[in-house]
């Protein structure tokens, strides 16, 4: 799941760039594939590779439908899938992508040889299904940390500890700086409500010169920045704003983004740092950061159904990419592996009745560093393309440790301040999560509807979406624990972001339940002939009774 510490930057052109009304092709190698993607979104490969066996054991073949005419589902269809995406196949994924990551100087970040060796997995698992996988290929700006530090030099020598005490914001600037600091605008009191920053009169009396010490607050990051750098300030310290809120941690370290670069070097704290510091007298740091922006290339995959309508096409997407710091198993593996899962057992479950709907798999690169796959793939959509996208379904997340069952709040009434767009259709998806999990007697609940996911370009283009997270860096409270057990006061996934996100770090049960979802939603979405984007009603087009169980079967913020 994108955090703040990464770069937002924009992406740059590819060999040809696919705009509205462009008449040309894109060409990107995808293995010894050939592929061709063109602006309405359709891919071809001429070359789709080699043939081989899933370590799962697959489904007897039926018999192809007669394309062109709905086929009838099958009243137990949506039982058969969820049946055939076992836990295991899915871990069998995981493991594919933990050796990716061993391989690899132990990530799978966007643009490094982990993140080439978990595509080729992908690809090569996908071509044995039966599909012909397309590497949509993308270039980007990336902000890089080479080394950070922070130490008190005066009244007390202390070193701190990157990435525990402190993290350098993203788009920082690069620098070695001395200096005493000078507290802006803070207030330790009460609820701590601060607008810390947020105006050049803060600064007024400032010592050009200082380290500016703010506090997380009312405006951005890159706001308080830039006022401070206007101020003279040297650098910047933010620490955390230390107040109660949910779902958010507002006391542990701040791991942010100023959204552009600075031309002084910014860390984020913990507020009991920042506390500290603003309460010691004569106090004086070090801040010496090595940072800057560098090209990355990378590639999203792209695998259509061969069957279904196009102009009614489903993108079921995870992103692929890791963070530089660990392997990436449940941010993002766990989505990646459900979906892929799902698409191999969706070609053997639909041979003899094929889908309505086109459904489109794609695998992202660059999440972690802005949503720069997914944003690159809908830029290059001409309006054809974005009319013919019924929905999207997007997966980031699916096996956190101390896993809350969370669905995009796509209709808003649990977030109605939430200002991201809410396209209608996506409130009908965040319904059929919802009725299946109930159906299953498992409870679920709402996450906000933010746009901090893949799912961000597509609703900023009214095309419908939702999907399933299963938590983050966020904390878990007494009512989640007492509905979905777990922690209360620990973190959803306690190594998001970190070396320990590794095959250890899933909640197998939790993951087994996220994939039958995400196989059934696949399915009800690729069968329905509703006027989604219209309003219409899915819940009709149901492919079985919502009460079949299936038994579990395994042992950064801008503000």
């Known amino acids: 799941m994108k955090t703040p510490r990464i770069l937002r930057g924009t992406a740059l052109a590819a060999a040809v760039v696919l705009t509205a009304g462009t008449a040309g092709p894109v060409f990107a190698e995808s293995g010894g594939a050939r592929a061709t993607v063109t602006n309405d979104g359709t891919a071809a490969v001429t070359d789709s590779g080699g043939k081989g066996h899933h370590p ?40 594919g992508l933990q050796d990716a990551a061993d391989a690899n100087d132990g990530n799978r970040a966007s643009g490094t040889p982990g993140y080439e060796a978990s595509g080729q997995y992908i690809e090569d698992q996908l071509r044995r299904a039966g599909y012909k996988p397309v590497r949509q290929d993308f270039s980007y700006d990336q902000f890089a940390v080479t080394s950070e530090a922070l130490e008190q030099t005066a009244p007390t020598a202390t070193v701190y500890t990157a990435g525990t005490d402190f993290t350098t914001m993203t788009y920082s600037g690069a620098g070695d700086v001395t200096a005493p600091v000078s507290a802006v605008d803070i207030n330790l009191s009460g609820d701590r409500v601060t607008t810390s920053g947020c105006e050049a009169e803060d600064f007024s009396g400032f010592a050009a010169g200082s380290i500016a010490l703010m506090q997380r607050g009312e405006c951005s990051f890159g706001i308080k920045a830039a006022n401070a750098a206007a101020a003279g300030a040297s650098g910047v310290v933010i620490f955390n704003q230390g107040d109660e809120v949910a779902n958010d941690d507002r006391f ?32 004086e740091l070090r801040l ?21 309508n196009a102009d009614r096409t489903v993108v079921v997407g995870a992103h692929l990419d890791s963070v530089p710091v660990g392997p990436g198993i449940n941010d993002n593996g766990s989505g990646s592996a459900a979906i892929l899962e799902t698409a191999i057992q969706l070609a053997e479950t639909t041979k003899k009745h094929p889908l309505q709907n086109r459904v489109r ?36 997340m699916l096996g ?84 979905f057990g777990g922690t209360a006061g620990e973190a959803y996934d306690p190594c998001y972001h970190q070396k320990c996100d590794d095959l250890g ?15 059934h939603a696949v399915l009800t979405f690729a069968r329905t002939d509703a006027d989604l984007r ?21 042992d950064e913020a801008l503000k």
């Open 400 to 483: 956190s440790p101390n896993l809350v069952r969370f669905v995009y709040d796509g209709d808003g009434s649990a977030f109605p301040e939430s200002d991201a767009p809410r396209p209608t259709g996506s409130d009908e998806i965040e319904r059929i999560f919802e009725e299946y999990f109930a159906g299953q007697k498992l409870a679920s609940a709402p996450t906000e509807f933010s746009g901090r996911s893949d799912y961000s370009a597509f609703i900023l283009n009214d095309i419908p979406a939702g999907g399933l997270f299963s938590g983050a860096e966020g904390v878990k409270t007494e009512e989640e624990a007492a509905v």
């Open 534 to 554: 219209g309003g219409g009603d899915v819940r009709s087009k149901r492919l079985a009774p919502a009460d079949v169980d299936l038994q579990f079967r395994g």
């Open 252 to 283: 542990g370290l701040v791991n942010g983004t100023l959204g552009e670069p600075s031309t002084i070097p910014v860390v984020g704290t913990t507020f009991a740092i920042g506390e500290a510091l603003a309460g010691t007298d004569g106090v």
């Open 361 to 396: 798999f794609a695998f992202w690169g660059g999440e972690e560093d802005g949503l720069q796959g997914s944003n690159h793939y809908v830029e290059q959509l001409d309006q054809d393309g974005l009319d013919g996208t019924l929905a999207n379904l997007n997966f980031d």
């Open 56 to 95: 799962g054991k697959p489904g007897k073949p039926g018999k192809p439908g007669k394309p062109g005419k709905p086929v009838k589902p099958v009243k137990d269809e949506s039982a058969k899938l969820r049946a055939a995406v076992t836990l295991h196949n899915v871990f069998d994924h995981l493991e």
């Open 505 to 519: 770090n899933i909640n197998r049960r939790g993951l087994d339940q996220m994939s039958d979802a995400v196989a």
């Open 288 to 308: 010496n950061i090595d940072a800057g922006v560098q090209t990355t290339n990378s590639f999203n995959i792209l695998a259509d159904t061969p069957r279904g």
